[in-house]
């Protein structure tokens, strides 16, 4: 750890994090460790010595958003400080490690997933390249939205991934020894230090600087994601799933709650497949219910799952409370239920993405569930856990919907009743089984909702548009839902 000396001035850093709360918590720790390591951190840009965004990849609009802040950074530095140093961290470098050196040379230095907790050392090679670029500047690299189309005309030409093709948790042979520090013969090109496979996952130890008001705070459970969806690029840039120990956690819930968090945000990419990684011999992927729910009973009596998580949670004092977020359906198990009823901390409040309703829709989009199976599962827990909230998000617009299948999600709306529910169009993403299906949605179909009530037919009566998908957007019942037309 590097102190700076009395007479030294400590190195300013301004920081600028897109994305989720799983982001956030990354951004996070890297103030955590610049600040251990003696650094100042700003909130005015042109002030600072090195300006940090934290980039989220997940779909095109984030991807542009970030390549946007990127180049408003880049030319905020130009007018006011140019000897200052721009660091790209997060999703967006994990996603295109190879090519954003190329395709933004006005970065000095890009990190990865693995390299947050690190981040001092990549803020002080930024500096050192700066001050080398400032005698040679290099070209601008172009508008944003030009960068984000090659960055997804790049995505099309990369191999198929190993977690796509078999869910393996280890992937390939190489997996965990795949860090590569890129160094080019120019030596002003940027600096990249992005493991090709993230393994990082904070433990109680990784310095940590909330940027959440003090009541509430999220902790982090696991990193990265099992799941084979067709639509999703996480498994790609986060890695496989990976659990904390459930001590660490408990230790970090402790000292958020002296701090005087009153909630605290358990957050992954699949919170009900907290734990079953930690198993004996655990080296597949669990997609299925039927296959994690044989997998949960087989555990023995002392194993950690998400269950043993909650209760000992809810067994420490103090006056706060435990949300869960991001669960799977197909991860829910009867013990679940349990143990949320019984745990008086735990919110009445549980967040499930279901993505769709139709048989064929749920197929294409590999999600490992049925119509039948999600209808049940919410009874279950509507009976087994009084007052509960359900929050869930659909995806229209999917490759091959059609206006039954988009009728038929309605119809499950209306007579589920959800107590928040979001809407989202989907996104055509490069590198994942989706962007490469038959009967692509054309975006002019898309664009025909932007200007209409969404969604017309759950809010007024009469049926909705033929072929009116949106573009993205969200609706939310912020009280009760509208009555059923």
């Not at 005309?153 to 191999?159: A, G, K, R, S, Y």
């Amino acid at each position: 750890m590097h102190t700076p000396a009395p007479t030294e001035t400590p190195i300013r850093v301004g920081m600028i994090s897109l994305g989720c709360a799983k982001n956030l918590v990354d951004a996070e720790i890297m103030l955590g460790s610049m600040i251990q390591d003696g650094v100042e951190i700003i909130n005015d840009p042109a002030q600072a010595d090195v300006v940090i965004v934290n980039t989220c990849s997940f779909i095109d609009s984030a991807q542009e958003e970030s390549v946007n802040t990127i180049l408003e950074s880049s030319q905020l530095r130009d007018q006011v400080r140019p000897g200052q140093g721009l660091v790209v961290s997060g999703c967006l470098p994990q996603r295109f490690r190879d090519e954003l050196p190329k395709l933004l040379p006005e970065v000095d230095a890009f990190i990865g997933i693995d390299q947050v907790a690190n981040i001092t050392q990549a803020v002080r090679n930024a500096i050192d390249k700066r001050k080398a670029r400032l005698l040679a500047p290099t070209t601008k690299s172009g508008k944003a939205k030009k960068v984000a189309r090659t960055l997804a005309q790049l995505d099309q030409n990369l191999p198929a991934n190993a977690h796509e093709a078999n869910n393996s948790l280890r992937g390939t042979d190489s997996f965990g020894k795949t860090k590569q520090i890129l160094h080019f013969p120019n030596h002003l090109a940027p600096l990249v230090d992005v493991t090709q496979r993230p393994l990082f996952i904070p433990d109680f130890a990784t310095p940590r600087f909330r940027l959440t008001p003090k009541h509430f705070a999220y902790l982090k459970i696991a990193e990265g994601c099992n799941h084979p969806c067709s639509f999703c690029i996480i498994p790609r840039m986060r890695g496989s799933h990976r659990s904390r120990q459930q001590n660490d956690i408990i230790q970090e819930a402790k000292n958020l709650i002296a701090e005087g968090v009153r909630e605290i945000n358990l957050i992954s990419q699949d919170s009900t497949y907290y734990g079953l990684d930690l198993r004996p011999n655990h080296s597949r992927a669990i997609s299925s219910p039927e296959k994690f729910t044989a997998a949960a009973k087989s555990l023995s009596a002392d194993a950690t799952t998400l269950c043993t998580l909650l209760r000992e949670l809810n067994a420490l004092p103090g006056d706060f409370w435990i949300r869960l977020l991001y669960t799977h359906p197909a991860h829910w198990t009867d013990e679940l239920i349990q143990t949320i009823a019984e745990c008086p901390k735990v919110a009445r409040y549980i967040d499930i993405p279901l993505q769709h309703i139709h048989e064929n829709m749920l197929e294409r989009m590999r999600r490992e569930t049925s119509r039948a199976y999600i209808e049940e599962l919410i009874t279950k827990i509507r009976r087994g856990i009084p007052g509960i909230a359900i929050r869930t998000t659909f995806i229209i617009g999917f490759p091959g919907e059609r206006e039954e299948y988009f009728e038929s999600l309605l119809n499950f709306i209306r007579s589920t009743r959800f107590e928040r529910l979001g809407v989202f169009t989907y996104s055509h993403e490069e590198g994942t089984r989706a962007a490469s299906m038959a009967d692509q949605i054309p975006d002019k179909i898309n664009k025909n909702v932007v200007n209409a009530p969404w969604p017309p037919s759950i809010s007024s009566p009469g049926k909705f548009p033929k072929a009116s998908w949106g573009k993205p957007c969200a609706f939310w019942w912020k009280d009760k839902p509208p009555p059923a037309s």
